[in-house]
Nanobody, 127 residues
Framework: QLQASGGGLVQAGGSLSLSCAAS???????????MGWFRQAPGAEREFVAG????????WYAESVKGRFTISRDNAKNMVYLRMNSLKPEDTAVYYC???????????????????WGQGTQVTVSS
């Protein structure tokens, strides 16, 4: 349903771009799904990173990534992106793409508000 890609190993200060492909079978009207990115470091809870509204008119970010990460989407391609700049070692985690229910306008910040989850892609930032 959701396929994340683009993770890898990068030095501190570097950049990476993640992509998430949403299947047209599940997300036939992709433009009606709020989407988000979460991450989970070893031994930690999965945490919110960024969210984007249906039309990309609204975006939300965790304080820890604000100003460094940018979430975007292409509804025509059923794609969500996360551009990560000025990466830090503490950004190391598995990054997950997630989608809320059709037409849902619940808070983007709460993990429980997301119904669909991708398999995750590993991001490792070396110091």
């Amino acid at each position: 349903q959701l396929q994340a890609s683009g993770g890898g190993l990068v030095q501190a200060g570097g950049s990476l771009s993640l992509s998430c492909a949403a299947s047209k079978g599940t997300f036939s009207t992709f433009s009606r799904y709020n989407m988000g990115w979460f991450r989970q470091a070893p031994g930690a809870e999965r945490e919110f990173v960024a969210g984007i509204s249906w039309s990309a008119g609204s975006t939300w970010y965790a304080e820890s990534v604000k100003g460094r990460f940018t979430i975007s989407r292409d509804n025509a391609k059923n794609m969500v992106y996360l551009r990560m700049n000025s990466l830090k070692p503490e950004d190391t985690a598995v990054y997950y793409c997630a989608g809320q229910n059709y037409g849902d306008t619940s808070s983007a910040f709460a993990r429980s508000n997301y119904r669909y989850w991708g398999q995750g892609t590993q991001v490792t930032v070396s110091s």
